[in-house]
């Protein structure tokens, strides 16, 4: 029996643990730092109090009940033993037959260590439920201050990165401010006057692999709502309390949101020479990793270049990441059975981002047709509700979107911070 | 407009908030350290993963949105100038003209440091949660290791107080030991016959202030359940691998919960001679600090001796702080309009206790009435759904529980801990 390890329980590990599901060649066993499979598309409603934890979480263990060949084992990789097959752990090691990094991609701050120390990253759902407290706490201080100059800085917001991130979460905000905290903090009664909320983006336009007519709708909403937009220009320094940009131009923000990029981690004992553009790991048609037999990649941190249309790799994305996996699963048991392999070939099926209550922009595959405003939002809405990963978390979504889109509020707005043990009277 | 500041957003706050609310002649501020009034008699809840933080919280602003005469300030006292009538905060002071301590209790380690370092509290939503986040990790770390007799310290629990808090924490793990485990750790076949659930307390019997009826129910129930209960025992030492009991017994587990007794803390400024027993500031039948003028305190903090049934004071339960809360609150606007003020007089309502599926037991007033099994366990639930705070709360609640009912599991389980500012890559 052949022991698979899958590091990473993200779109890609599961797609391939679902795909070898039941079947009696392999033992499989997936690695991962946390306990839960989580949605990444809908963290930003995490972060904006509108969706919890619950809805766009699973735990693993749950979700492996009815897969009688697999098994978890939480904790941290390190490194790997490519001569003796052996997965390395914080806490241990796991023999291997066959290697498959999920790993997905990190937070790129391009070595900005000061914009480390004080942005707030969005990549994890520890990152979502962080930069809710932050925000939260930062109206509570504002909310004490009686000088409007005094509080500006607690009340300012940048997000760096014009990504579906950076615009989801901008245009959250923006909402919020409206319809929320007007009626939340009466001892500030003109919030959107005071102060702003800024997006940032290197490039000369938002949602950059988008349709040009996407941009210029998203480009138009976020201005619509209040939100300045400033394009090609990028941060350069963050103090936690200044930003500065490389046009020498500074805003005053106690909070960065940093959705501007990302890289993929790396691990001990793996050649240097596979790894490719933005750390992640070169892979051929198969997704095995150049030059080690038994060892995969795929999703965020797989660079695959042999579909001509995707010269630099595939989109980092759910959907790359998920057919990656169900090919990679039908292509270990086709070797296992001695079927021929099939290359990877991706199906793109569009992209979409929302933009706020009743606006969106949806592109269909290449590029041709394009939605946007309530349709585009209606479509946004249904595709990730059915797309959450079991019926129970799409009841619970469905229930807070509901409650939310007639109430024009959000519920969740409690700083809730456990600590690994807090020393209390 | 007479400025009233009260300390604490529990049953007790609320309750004389709710009072004032709407009335010209006040000004009222609430102070909390957190920014969301929550539900303690569900708490269990979420250190077995049953329900979820929205489920039991609300957050103070959103509650005080058409108490148009109401203020919040999120900070953490430190003490009170009773001189300058000035409240003392971590980050400012706050005047008054009436100050009201709702503070409730906290959690007693009885001066043994070595169980306030490691013994895991019940007190706070973030207690809870600290909870439930390591007894999954144990789980987690137990599933890893093969050799039966090393793992035992991560599955072993011993639970310290058998009061309410006590006996549900037990009989919910239990529970979940029995149905939902084994489906979740194939890799640890026989749970029950590995580890046990220790339930330990100092007195004769398990729910002390009860029926005798109802602690011999409760102690069946939770024998029968596997729970071993140890009466007439205290917890002496705790190094977070061995408890050591009066009796001098030991018992290795990585899991000490401790609701073993309560405390309230103490505010500089206020005189030393106010403090009664358990650090309950003394009061008169109008809930008036004993000395003070204008400083009340009710609820769990107060120690009020007028009636001759509570020579002791009331029981620190959610009933007598939410009558003070309201009586205060009218005798506040007695004062205002030249009434007569009503002494506080504690309507018994009786008493409940949930135990495990199907098992409660519930004492009517005058522990004359007394029920148990189905019957109890059926008007605990509804007892505790109709008193929590909205009606969002109440669905989420209904919807969770029911889902935990029918499939004899709990969906909650993903360890989630955010940090104040995490370095990732």
């Not at 599901?21 to 499989?28: D, L, N």
């Not at 750390?279 to 060892?295: A, H, S």
Request: net charge positive; glycine share 8%.
């Amino acid at each position: 029996m052949k022991r698979i390890v899958i590091v990473g329980g993200g779109f890609g590990g599961i797609s391939v643990m679902k795909g070898l599901a039941g079947s009696g060649e392999f033992r499989v066993t997936l690695v991962d730092r946390n306990n839960y499979n989580f949605f990444p598309p809908l963290l930003y409603q995490l972060a904006t109090g509108f969706l919890e934890v619950a809805n766009i979480s699973y735990p693993f263990r749950k979700l492996m009940r009815k897969m009688r060949n697999s098994r978890f084992h939480m904790g941290e990789v390190t490194g790997v033993d490519t001569q003796k097959n052996l997965l390395l752990l914080e806490d241990g090691m796991l023999p291997y037959d066959v290697l498959i990094f999920a790993v997905g991609a990190s937070t790129n701050y391009f070595g900005m260590e000061n914009v480390r120390a004080h942005a707030m990253p969005m990549k994890t759902v520890n990152d979502a439920l962080e930069l809710k407290n932050h925000l939260l706490l930062q109206m509570e201080e504002a909310s004490k201050i009686t000088e409007i100059s005094q509080r500006r800085k607690f009340l300012n917001i940048v997000v760096a990165g014009g990504g579906p991130t950076g615009v989801e979460v901008s245009g959250m905000l923006a909402d919020i401010r409206h319809s929320v905290f007007p009626k939340d903090y009466p001892e500030m009664a003109a919030l959107d006057s005071e102060a702003g909320i800024y997006l940032v983006d290197g490039t000369d336009a938002v949602l950059k692999p988008m349709s040009q007519r996407s941009q210029q709708d998203t480009l138009k909403n976020l201005t619509d709502m209040g939100i300045k937009v400033k394009l090609q220009v990028q941060v350069k320094d963050y103090d936690g309390e200044t930003v500065t940009f490389s046009n020498g131009e500074t805003i005053v923000a106690k909070t960065l949101v940093w959705a501007a990029g990302v890289t993929c981690p790396r691990f001990s004992g793996m050649p240097e020479t596979a790894y490719g553009r933005g750390n992640r790991l070169m892979v051929d048609e198969y997704n095995q990793v150049k030059g080690l037999e038994n060892i995969y990649a795929i999703g965020d941190c797989a660079l695959q270049q042999h579909e001509t249309l995707f010269p630099n790799g595939h989109p980092q994305l759910a959907q790359p990441a998920i057919q990656q996996g169900s090919n990679l699963a039908a292509n270990l048991k086709n070797q296992e059975s001695g079927s021929k392999r099939r290359p990877f070939k991706y199906w793109d099926k569009g992209s979409m981002a929302i933009i706020g209550r009743h606006k969106a922009v949806v592109d269909l595959p290449g590029n041709k047709t394009h939605f946007r405003g309530f349709i585009a939002w209606f479509m946004w809405l249904f595709v990730h509700l059915v797309s959450l990963i079991n019926t129970r978390n799409m009841i619970t979504t469905l229930f807070n979107w509901t409650g939310a889109y007639f109430s024009k509020d959000q519920a969740l707005r409690m700083i809730i911070h456990p600590e690994t043990k807090k020393k209390n009277n």
